[in-house]
């Protein structure tokens, strides 16, 4: 079992940036590949990004591509998501998951977060 905490969401203004985190405890962190996706109102939950487990392959949407950044500590079993230049589309509830295969795939991550808000204003 893998409890996901995420935290670092907040309210900016359009050009700003944010640093997400998400921080695991329970089986061994460095074990699961780490992913991050976003829910905006009357949407579906959508990926974002994803990191394998060594950290050593990411990839991400192409709508945050250049913008956005995944890295993990696995010292400090902790997942991030720094977000540069924000837009308003990028307001959403992000969550972070926990899976085996580093994956775009909303099932293939077992373990999930409660979720931080993000509100990027215009």
């Known amino acids: 079992q893998v409890q996901l905490v995420e935290s670092g969401g907040g309210s900016v203004q359009a050009g700003d940036s944010l640093r997400l985190s998400c921080a695991a405890s329970g089986r061994a962190f460095s074990y699961y590949a780490m992913a991050w996706f976003r829910q905006a109102p009357g949407k579906e939950r959508e990926f974002v990004s994803a990191?394998?487990?060594?950290?050593?392959?990411?990839f991400y949407a192409g709508s945050v591509e250049g913008r956005f950044t995944i890295s993990r500590d696995n010292d400090k079993n902790t997942v991030y998501l720094q977000m540069n230049s924000l837009n308003p589309e990028d307001s959403a509830l992000y969550y972070c998951?926990?899976?085996?295969?580093?994956?775009?795939?909303?099932?293939?991550?077992?373990?999930w977060g409660q979720g931080t808000q993000v509100t990027v204003s215009s």
């Open positions: 990191i394998f487990q060594s950290a050593d392959s990411t």
């Open positions: 998951a926990a899976g085996i295969a580093l994956s775009r795939r909303q099932n293939e991550y077992m373990y």
